[in-house]
Nanobody, 123 residues
Framework: QVQLVESGGGSVQAGGSLRLSCAAS????????MGWFRQAPGKEREGVAT???????SYRDSVKGRFTISKDDAKNTLYLQMNSLSPEDTAMYYC?????????????????WGQGNQVNVSS
């Protein structure tokens, strides 16, 4: 069955970097819209970035220029490179997939979700 497993999170100082990985099984990353979402305590889960099957990417404004979404089709793995991290980026980060290749950065259109991976950024 479909499984998305995130890794690479942890604790860093402000200004530091982390790379999250999402290993997918039961679906082919190259055929799907893939996305990263995050949720801080007491807040709604919000879209961070998406990568469509056609190769288009999209980012929420607050991470543009700092985060990069990418994928390795041969490894069936999605990545999120996070640079210049700030405490505002502290959240549980989730990998997600749609059932189609077209991307919309809205959580309700994503059908499959990983278990989450915590990112903590301290001042």
């Amino acid at each position: 069955q479909v499984q998305l497993v995130e890794s690479g999170g942890g604790s860093v100082q402000a200004g530091g970097s982390l790379r999250l990985s999402c290993a997918a099984s039961g679906l082919t990353v190259s055929t799907r819209c893939m996305g990263w979402f995050r949720q801080a305590p007491g807040k709604e889960r919000e879209g961070v970035a998406t990568f469509s099957s056609g190769g288009s990417t999209s980012y929420r404004d607050s991470v543009k220029g700092r985060f990069t979404i990418s994928k390795d089709d041969a490894k069936n793995t999605l990545y999120l490179q996070m640079n210049s991290l700030s405490p505002e980026d502290t959240a549980m980060y989730y990998c997600a997939a749609r059932s189609v290749g077209y991307c919309i950065l809205e959580r309700h259109v994503f059908d499959y979700w990983g278990q989450g991976n915590q990112v903590n950024v301290s001042s």
